[in-house]
């Protein structure tokens, strides 16, 4: 073991001068606060809250630019446009798995190193947390318990996401100005970690969103990520438990005071109120320094000549063939469906604004584009590249169908049927659900597991849960084989891929690492 000190030097506020983003979001305007050292922010617990709203800030900042979009591409759902895999070898890996795919590619490096110092500074807060309440006060402890409470929300959730992509971590024992590196930790040993930190964060945050503080996680944010966590866990670890990850949705349904949307088109509006669907959420606004460029990366450069062409973009991301066409072309989508033209864009039209493609840049420009970032508050007023629309993490829709799927795994096939037919599928027609598209109450444990696959991709298509759904289904090859074009194309990939590498700048840092383990 090698122990390294460390000095961070935290911006106690990342949210420079946020604008009012039209929901009553006044804390995204709060003045600019002083820099503090770590060891100065526990001094007093007025500074604490700052310190964990930069962890917000910090892991919102792994869904901005390009790097918001690397989980989604080499997925059955999404794919890279042609001219991205024409002029960036190491990004193409992650669709074609090919040589590319390794510890040296460097949009994969990213995606690690960028969550990496979240966990670090949670860790050390929890530790200096649990020193403050050793003599604490009661009324003290009350709001260090909260604290502590977002800090293990924020280790916990980041902590899963790694996991869930790279399997076994090289997880640091975190101390008050100390880390110390180690080797990989076991699948045991990772989620069980992670199971503690997501149970703390449960009991100890508030189960009512904030209204000065929207950033701040509930309970139900916790115990919903605690319920993913149950249903995803290697099954090689004897810890999957579809069982407790029922508990922990059963309790969000009926306790949590959520509900769907009543327009699916109101999720994806900006101008609209989502109701009380979501329950955690990366908000934005569409003024810099606060915007996302979301927009950029999943738009159509056809549509690119006037940028201020609110649908234009330059074809990084693309839906797969299957994921923008009907059932009867092979696809995914029923007649009448009303996610599909909320979720992809098929008409480049947009008033004066006529598609143009651009020589050279790819045949798929106007192939259906992704359409759930558009930010139509910007059309004729700015760059698309200051799209600003609020990334929704985990909503209420997500509860439902993975509650639906927990329920078929425990022998509820039918009650698991009619909970879907009643909310997801109700709502997805209007709410007034064809008979012909009802799921058959009487479908078999394994036609469910099918259905539900499908229907989470209908439901949540480029809201960057695929990859964790194709790899704890273990469809991860066969998927994404079939169905994106670069990896069918390359006939490469296989089980070795499932997990990215370790970049090879972590094995070279950590002493404990090595290119063999």
Sequence with gaps: MKTSKIIFITILLLALGFIHSGCNEDFLNQDPQTSLSDNQVFESLDNVQFFLDGLY?????????????YLMLGTDESQQGEYQMRTEAEQGGLDKYDGFYSEENKPIAELWSIRWPIVVKAGMAIDQLNKLLENASK?????????????????????????????????????????????????????????????????????????????????????????????????SSGLRNYGNAKLQFLEIYNHGGFSLATNVADLWDPTKQPGNEPIFTFYFTNTSPDTNQNQWYTGSRACAGNPTNYIG????????????????????????????????????????????????????????????????????????????????????????????????????????????????????????????????????????????????????????????????????????????????????????????PIPITEIKMNPNLSENK
């Design 57 to 69: 800030f910090e892991w919102r900042f792994t869904r901005v630019n390009r790097r918001g979009f």
């Design 139 to 235: 009324e003290d402890s009350a709001r260090i318990n909260s604290f502590k409470g977002q800090a293990s929300f924020y280790r916990g959730a980041v902590l899963l996401e790694l996991a869930s992509y790279w399997g076994e971590l090289p997880i640091p024992e975190t101390t008050k100005n100390s880390i110390t590196l180690s080797a990989k930790r076991s699948i045991v040993d990772t989620y069980r970690m992670i199971e503690n930190d997501l149970l703390t964060a449960s009991q100890l945050l508030s189960d009512k969103l904030n209204s000065a503080d929207l950033r701040i996680p509930t309970k139900w944010a916790a115990m919903a990520l605690l319920g993913k966590m149950y249903m995803s866990v290697p099954l």
């Design 313 to 500: 973009g330059y074809d990084l991301v693309l839906p797969t063939e299957y994921c923008r066409n009907d059932i009867e072309q092979g696809g995914l989508w029923e007649k009448g469906d009303l996610r599909k033209m909320e979720s992809i864009r098929y008409d480049f039209i947009n008033g004066d604004n006529l598609p143009s493609p651009v020589a050279g840049f790819g045949e798929d420009q106007l192939l259906p584009h992704i359409k759930k970032y558009e930010d139509k508050r910007i059309d004729g007023k700015q760059s698309f590249y200051d799209s600003g629309k609020n990334i929704y993490y985990v909503r209420y829709a997500d509860v439902l169908l993975s509650l639906a799927e927990c329920m078929n795994e425990t022998n509820e096939t039918s009650a698991a049927v009619q909970l879907i037919n009643n909310t997801i599928r109700k709502r997805a027609w209007g709410g007034t659900l064809p008979s012909e598209y009802a799921w058959n109450p009487n479908m078999s444990q394994e036609d469910f597991r099918k259905n539900i696959m499908t229907e989470r991709m209908r439901e949540l298509c480029f809201e960057g849960w695929r990859r964790f759904d194709l790899i704890r289904t273990n469809n991860f090859v066969n998927y994404i084989k079939e169905r994106n074009r670069w990896a069918k194309e390359a006939s490469l990939i296989s089980e070795q891929h499932i997990y990215y």
